[in-house]
């Protein structure tokens, strides 16, 4: 007997599972559908979280302007004060000329040295109180100063009487640089037939005035370290160095011809970097 379901012949397989199937179909269809949807929207909201961070970090980054260079100490070099001997740091413009007063309070001896950190060539200037001395290299300097010495360093050694003085830097080509000063200022002296004991360390060396009787002097160091000796007639273009001549590695200068007059003398380690006593002697 055919049967019929609603009006229409029906074979006798079931419509559940037909019906299951489209629905499950539909169904699967619907969610593969939502899910790429869904995954589509992350994409899209991941690139636009990305686009934001880079946009930030864009408007956040203010490139640095170029460091400005500190004005160096002005305040004036004053024999005695507390620091008066250490180590000034400044710097010099292109084409320019950095001055730094110097104060000396009574009679003495004064070496004043500069250096370029940048290793350019610097000429120094002394001026003031009847004096006019200048220097660009020293050939053959003492070390044991604040730096290392070279050649191209500017040493002045001299004997000032108490006044104001104006110490001029530049740099030989006109170049910009930064620059390192030391002014050791002593009022000790001995004359002829006199010994002293002078202390040499490392950034400070022995500085003193020997008073010259005859002119044809004589004058020795003797350390228990490797010492020098540098002499400088004031008004002499080339100073006396000497490392070892005394014997034992003991240094001696003998002058010649000097004019009767006090002179600046400086003992140092030849290495610059050490201490101890050293007998200084004049004869």
């Known amino acids: 007997m055919e049967r019929s379901v609603m009006g229409r012949p ?10 299951y199937d489209r629905i499950g179909r539909t169904d699967t269809w619907r969610g593969s559908r939502s899910m790429r949807r869904a995954h589509t929207g992350r994409m899209l ?20 302007p170029p460091p400005v260079p500190t004005p160096p100490n002005a305040d004036p070099i004053v024999q005695g004060s507390p620091g008066a001997e250490e ?30 950190p940048d290793n350019e060539d610097l000429t120094m200037r002394l001026v003031g109180e009847g004096v006019d001395l200048d220097n660009d290299d020293n050939d053959e300097g003492p070390e044991g100063f604040a730096f ?11 004997v000032l009487d108490p006044g104001t003085y104006a110490i001029e830097l530049e740099e030989y080509g006109g170049d910009r640089t930064s620059f390192q000063l030391q002014v050791i200022a ?5 004359t002829a037939g006199q010994s002293i004991d002078v202390q040499v360390a490392p950034g400070r060396p022995a500085v003193m005035m020997v008073s010259l009787s005859t002119g044809d002097e ?4 003797v350390a228990d370290f490797d010492s020098v000796l540098w002499t400088q007639v004031p008004g002499s273009l080339f100073p006396d160095f000497d ?15 000097e004019e009767p007059q006090d002179i600046v003398v400086v003992v140092s380690s030849y290495s610059g970097d050490e201490s101890g006593t050293a007998l200084l002697s004049v004869e």
């Open 10 to 19: 029906y074979s006798g397989r079931s419509l559940k599972p037909c019906a």
């Open 45 to 64: 909201g991941a690139a636009f979280a990305a686009s934001v961070t880079v946009l930030g970090l864009s408007a956040c980054f203010v490139p640095m």
């Open 87 to 116: 180590l000034r740091e400044g710097f010099i413009a292109s084409g320019g000329t950095t001055t730094v007063e110097l104060q000396i309070e009574e009679r003495s001896a004064v070496v004043l040295t500069a250096a370029s």
């Open 148 to 158: 290392d010495m070279r050649a191209r360093n500017p040493l002045i050694g001299t």
């Open 186 to 190: 002593s009022p000790m002296f001995i």
């Open 218 to 221: 004589t004058i020795a160091a």
């Open 243 to 257: 490392d070892d001549t005394g014997g034992d590695g003991n240094p001696l200068v003998s002058l010649l011809g």
